[in-house]
């Protein structure tokens, strides 16, 4: 077998073996713009309802690479001091599916004069775990994965929790979006887990001068027999109506983001990954949308524009 072939074989085989013992949240280029995919106590924090929808194409070009949407919508109650949300995320990878569904809870305390707040957030809700072994090519049809598994579903309940500090102009935070380690069995012979992610997030804005802002921010993702993650951003503001920034993911991949405030409460996003990898040789990059509103009460009207 050749050196290529052995490569395909295996990126096939990590795409199908979703369950394995690696990171199996959903990876986002725009994560500033959105936490609460990550950390439930970033619900609220914008004193606005916010819907934002997200589509991911990872590996664009690789049959069966990864494919994400979510769609989330959170608003600070009427106390400020309590933020709920909700999460529904598709994540489809090789014959494998799975559906998120999470209510995120947050309650904050000023912590200054200034207004900076410390955020404390829970999430809960159901994975719907689907597999699909009928779309497989198989050589030997007595297979026991293809035959036990051949339409695998389970339902998962989990937890995650987090903790977010924030101010006008600066944020930090870490999260693990699941707690709960369940048990997920395709076939009689391979079993794995749920792992707990953890992530530890932050950013701060700085006005070089009446035009431009610049808001250096960073990621670091961190799973059981998974490669530590560490993710740097630096993006400027012009006008206050336009990001332009770029990303470097530590042996992993860089890209561009753009993010266009087409007005006070609604902005549009783009960004390209390409892959520092081998995958580089089968793949044209990883590309994600973003799409986010602001519905806000008249009487609290336009304070300044989102940073994050």
Known sequence: ??????????????????????????????????????????????????????????????KGAPKTQVLSIHSPLKTENIGIGLTVLNDQLGVTKNTGVYADLAYSIKV??????LAFGLKAGMDFFRQDFSNLRVNDNTDELYNNGFNYKKNLFNLGAGIYYYGKRHYLGIATPRMLKNKINVAADQKA?????????????VQL???????????????????LSIEGNL???????????????????AGLNIMYNINQNLRIGYAYDYQLTSLQNY???SHEIMLSYDLRSKAKGFKSPRYF
């Open 1 to 62: 077998m050749t050196h290529t072939k052995q490569l395909i074989l295996s990126i096939l085989f990590i795409l199908v073996g979703y369950t394995s013992m690696a990171q199996q949240e959903t990876q986002h280029s725009m994560y500033f713009f959105n936490p609460v995919l990550m950390n439930p106590a970033y619900a609220g924090s914008q004193e606005a309802i916010q819907v934002t929808g997200t589509v991911r194409d990872q590996w664009t070009g690789l």
């Open 112 to 117: 200054n004069k200034r207004n900076n707040r």
């Open 193 to 205: 887990l749920q792992e707990n992610h953890y992530y530890f997030f932050g950013g701060i804005v």
């Open 209 to 227: 001068n009446p035009a431009i802002n610049m808001r250096p921010s960073f990621i670091v993702k961190y799973v059981n027999n998974a490669p």
């Open 235 to 253: 993006s400027f503001l012009f006008y206050d109506k336009i990001w332009i920034g770029a990303m470097y993911r530590h042996k992993a991949a």
């Open 283 to 285: 793949s044209q990059g």
